[in-house]
């Protein structure tokens, strides 16, 4: 079930990685299965299409009343299907909302997860921990940042294998203000 629901995410779209620097990349494979992604799938349902995000959740976990729901978007390059990134919005019970990317194992962590929104660089985050199927990340989208991502187009995450060699691995903004509005 988790395989049929990670390959409906994707909706048969595969996006070019944008390469950084003109040095090769090679990349361990990524699993498909995340646990920060499993862990909104786990049981859940895709609740609806917001332009290139879809919107899934799951049931209460034991004494929660309300569903939990994530704004999800899963991307691999086009010409590497082991490179790819599995982005997570959520919504907690108070307020914020964070966003998680999940990278392939192999990253550089010295150098953290790029972020560039359009063609703006706004920062670095570092890596918070590595799991047997990826590194994570997570970045608490404050409201100045939370506006840039409405208004854009394209965010850019780029993982580095050395501290010299990055890739960028873009996620389409199209339908992130519709899916973070129908996050509960």
Excluded at 88 to 99: C, E, F, P, S
Aim: hydrophobic fraction near 50%.
């Amino acid at each position: 079930m988790l395989a049929s629901l990670l390959a409906s995410l994707t909706g048969g779209r595969r996006l070019t990685a944008v390469f950084l620097l003109s040095w090769p990349v090679v990349l361990l494979p990524v699993l498909a299965a995340t646990p920060a992604l499993a862990q909104i799938l786990e049981g859940g349902t895709v609740k609806a299409q917001r332009g290139d995000w879809q919107v899934v959740c799951r049931p209460p976990p034991p004494g929660a009343k309300n569903e939990v729901c994530g704004a999800v978007q899963s991307v691999t390059a086009e010409d590497n299907q082991n490179v790819g990134l599995t982005v997570i919005v959520q919504k907690h019970a108070d307020g914020k909302l964070t966003m998680r990317v999940v990278a392939p194992l192999g990253v550089f962590l010295g150098k953290a997860l790029g972020v560039q929104i359009d063609s703006k660089h706004e920062g670095h985050v570092p890596f918070d921990r590595c799991l047997l199927v990826g590194c994570q990340a997570q970045l608490l989208l404050e409201p100045p940042l939370l506006a840039k991502l409405k208004a854009g187009k394209t965010l850019v995450f780029i993982i580095y294998r050395t501290q010299e060699v990055g890739v960028g691995i873009p996620i389409s903004l199209a339908g992130f203000d519709q899916a973070l509005a129908a996050l509960q």
